[in-house]
């Protein structure tokens, strides 16, 4: 990694400085009051109140009985993981680095649970408020960081809410933001141009899961849930910032203006495999601006923007299978030399594509989030260190012939034995035979989802299992297997390293 990313990560926050260079985590990243007035009226949730209410104020050991009779007593999943996030970001307002992790989990833990059988639905929920009461009792849940904006007259843009931020004026931020949520595509679509400022992992993906997080709280909370992304990004606001983005907040408007995006709709013409390959090659194999060039001219040539999308993600996918793993200061007891699970350059950098992609189609930033999550895949492989580009992916031929003689029945058998025993080698060649053998993938991911759900995954697990379900279903037959061998080596990656809360929850499920 070089100097200048370690100064600018320095500065955004204690903890994400660790999260990039795999220190041990801060407790605390030490983060004020944003608001910075403690008589402001208290942000208020209508019938959730009582529960986000209970779940500030409980410890975590506590709270997982009290969630689990509330559950028998006929109360929804679903109204416990929106409480959870309401909750969640009244307290952190997006400023501290476990609870902003906590809150991406969320809706990633609720789409597990759809996966699972009646009586385990609650356990990957569990495990997530777990952590979520933790960090609260651990942070203290006052002062809290979101209050209620003040009502105000007239009408802003955009650019004034980009220029609030420049300056860190974050009352002047919050009342411009609250102007333009008028709906939750227009708060969407107000917040972007700010969060296109900097390609950082956890400014996009943090956008992209409250955006998901609708589906589960309802339209009516979009303004809480996006306005905790201005914070974040005021906090992130700094000297080495500017500096360490200039390129990138200089490129994106002369693209844009190059290619006319803004004056034209984007193409539909359709893409084989072959195109798609080639241009994850090149996106992969180039620097971030020469990366972001190639998507800017496949859009302008007329492809249809989620092939585009595609190809972004199929590149931050190699990064999960060429890695070399931890070594040196990046090793923790949580995360050991050779791994590759938790704040990787892989795992960031597919969140981060899968969240670009995701911002892109429910966005009219469409060719803005696409050329961007061109550069970042990019910029992830050159600049946090490795060369990529040399090494192979997963599986190496040696680790397909060394499971020659399983047969194909005990393919899946095997997987779960090479998961248990961290091999990660051997657990992409089981899952890259079962897919040569054309076997449903539905056992695969049975066998995945148990690991991402019982291991702590360094804060990661929830977020990376649905990043290669969603880029799974979403990527044509001839590469979607690629993401499931990366999460295959993931989960041996982050193997043996057991979530707190989860044997609590499975005691109370009885399961």
Known sequence: MSNTRRRFLADVGRGM??????????????????????????????????????????????????????????VDLKEVVSAAALANVRTFGGED????????????????????????????????????????????????????????????TSQALRDACHKKDVKQAEIIFKQLATSPEDALNALLPEVHESTEVHRIVMVSRSWDMLELVGREHAHTLLRQSVHYCIKSENDNQKSY????????????????????????????????DHLAKTIFSANASQAAEAAAMALSEGYLPDAVGEAITLAANQLVLRDKGR?????????????????????????????????????????????????????????????????????????????????????????????????QARACALVNRIHELKQDASPVFATLLKYAISEDGAL?????????????????????????????RVTASECGHPAPGYEQACKLLKV
């Open 17 to 74: 400085l660790v999260a990039s260079v795999g220190s041990a985590l801060a407790t605390d990243l030490g983060f004020s009051q944003a608001w910075g007035d403690d008589s402001a009226p208290r942000l208020k949730f209508g019938k959730l109140e009582p529960l986000v209410t209970l779940m500030q104020e409980s410890t975590a050991e506590q709270m997982l009985p009290r969630i689990v009779n509330m559950l028998k007593t006929g």
């Open 97 to 156: 680095y476990v609870g902003f992790h906590t809150m991406m989990a969320l809706y990633p833990a609720y789409q597990m649970a759809r996966e699972l059988p009646t009586e385990r639905q609650a356990l990957p929920v569990l495990k997530v408020l777990y952590r979520n009461c933790q960090r609260m009792q651990e942070r203290g849940v006052n002062p809290e960081v979101l209050h209620e904006v003040p009502a105000t007259t007239g009408t802003s």
């Open 245 to 276: 983005f200039a390129e990138v907040r200089a490129l994106l408007p002369k693209l844009m203006e190059k290619y006319q995006f803004d004056h034209k709709s984007l193409g539909k013409k359709p893409a084989d495999d072959a195109w798609v």
């Open 327 to 423: 070594y040196g200061g990046m090793v923790q007891p949580n995360k050991p030399q050779g791994s590759v699970h938790g704040d990787s350059i892989g795992v960031h950098a597919s969140d981060s594509a899968n969240a670009w992609r995701n911002l892109a189609r429910h966005s009219k930033h469409t060719a803005a989030c696409l050329i961007l999550g061109a550069y970042q895949v990019a910029l992830d492989r050159t600049n946090r260190g490795g060369d990529f580009l040399k090494w192979e992916p997963y599986p190496h031929s040696e680790h397909s012939n060394s499971i020659s003689k399983v047969t194909p029945e005990n393919l899946n058998k095997e997987l779960e034995d090479a998961i248990r025993a961290k091999e």
């Open 460 to 488: 990661h697990a929830e977020k990376y299992y649905r990043t290669v379900v969603e880029e799974f279903n979403s990527t044509r037959e001839a590469y979607r297997w690629r993401q499931l061998l990366a999460l295959a």
